[in-house]
Each structure stands twice: as C-alpha cells, then as structure tokens.
C-alpha cells in the first residue's frame, strides 16, 4: 500500500504564470483534501472532495485557484496568474471516509517570483 | 469555531528523556477528534496519535502517548525516550462535528533533541 503521492515537489514560477500541482491519493481512499502551508505556521484547510465531487471549498481559494478530482481518482490543483503570496507548501491528505486519519502526501513547495 | 493553540514555539529536551507539548483546544462540539503530526524538514506531515472525545483511556502509541484532559481542553503530547529523530516540528490538529472532517491545525512547535 503506498502513501499519498505529489507532483512536482518544487515548483518555481515567475508572478503571473500558471501551475498546476497533481495529488495521487491512497488508493481507495474516498476523501482527498488540499491543504496550503505558509512559513511558520500551521497547514490551512482549501478544499475538499468526496470521490469525485468537490464539497467545501475555503475562502482562502480564490477564483485563481481550481481543483478538480476526476474519476475520484488523482486530484489537481491549478492556480492561474500566481502572485508572490501563493509561495507555500501546498500539502494534499487523504482518507477512508468520514472522521478517519488523513494521511499527508511530502507537499509541493511552490515559490512564486 | 474551533481553535487549537499551542504556545510553545520552541523545546529543547535530551536525548533518552521525555517531553511533553502543549496543546489546548477550543470546540462547542459534543464529538471531535485530536490528532499529532510530526513534519520533518522534509515537509511531509507523519501522523502520530489520534485521541477521540468519547475515549476514556489516553491513546498511546509507541513512545507517543497522548494526555486527554477533557475537562481542561487539554490534548498534550509526552514522546518518551527521545531520539535525535524525533526533532521536527510537531502540530495538534482537530476535527469536528463538521461533515467535511477538515483539519483545524495549530502553529506547531519546533522540537530539538540534544545529544
């Protein structure tokens, strides 16, 4: 059984360009969720999907920001016209479903110039 | 609203001893869950612990064992036997009655472990 898988694990990007980061979670898990990480502090909730529909989305995703979970499978996360305050580690868990344990993919650390 | 705090930003222990790291929660919820995770420098967040609200016994895992002071909103971590390993950052984290599960992080607290 292998654990939550990201891709690319550093990403850097000049202002104004797009990414897009790809999750692949424990297979069979129904929940995937995003995560964004800034220096110092703790990881903050983005979005969520069960199977493949995405439920709760936070505030702090703007309209820049997409994500999508086709097939319920692998999930990715694109944000357009990145800004320097995008710079974070952007982590992806996942989960059986409901209150379980999520298990936490290494992140993508993304540093916008 | 949940909220977890964690007041210590820093910890130094030995090698071979014990520590423990502060974590209070905040919750109106009936039924939550509490969570440690350890991120290494690496970046990846290793689950620890789990404690759930209606538990009446301490979780333990390992050399992990979790103080559950409902009364208090209390969830510390106490890691015995540290190992030069366990220096990380180390998060408390909930969940809720919320249907989403999401997890409520605190700030963390660095962890480093003296030969």
């Known amino acids: 059984d292998t654990g939550v898988s990201q891709n690319p694990r550093h990403k850097i990007t000049k202002r104004g360009q797009n990414v897009t980061f790809r999750c692949d979670p424990i297979?069979?898990?129904?929940?995937l969720y995003w995560y964004r990480q800034t220096l110092g502090q703790g990881p903050e909730f983005l979005t969520y999907?069960?199977?493949?529909?995405?439920?709760?989305k936070s505030r702090l995703l703007s309209d820049r920001f997409s994500a999508e979970r086709p097939k319920g499978s692998f999930s990715t996360l694109e944000i357009q016209r990145t800004e320097q305050g995008d710079s974070a580690m952007y982590l992806c868990?996942?989960?059986?479903?409901?209150?379980?344990?999520?298990?936490f993919g290494p992140g993508t650390r993304l540093l916008v110039l | 609203a949940q909220k977890i705090t964690q007041t210590q930003p820093g910890m130094f222990v030995q090698e071979k001893e014990a520590v423990t790291l502060d974590c209070t929660y905040d919750?109106?919820?009936?039924?939550?869950?509490l969570f440690w995770y350890k991120q290494p420098s690496s970046g990846e967040m290793i689950f620890l612990i789990y404690?759930?609200?209606?538990?009446?016994q301490n979780a333990t895992e390992g050399r992990y064992s979790l103080n559950f002071q409902k009364a208090r909103k209390s969830a510390n971590l106490v890691i015995s036997a540290s190992q030069l390993g366990d220096s990380a950052m180390y998060f408390c984290?909930?969940?809720?009655?919320?249907?989403?599960?999401?997890?409520?992080f605190g700030s963390g607290t660095r962890l480093l472990v003296r030969p």
């Open positions: 868990a996942s989960s059986p479903a409901g209150p379980e344990t999520q298990y």
């Open positions: 297979s069979e898990h129904n929940r």
């Open positions: 999907f069960q199977n493949e529909a995405q439920l709760e």
């Open positions: 919750t109106s919820d009936q039924s939550y869950g």
């Open positions: 404690q759930g609200s209606y538990d009446e």
């Open positions: 984290a909930m969940i809720g009655e919320d249907s989403s599960y999401k997890l409520i």
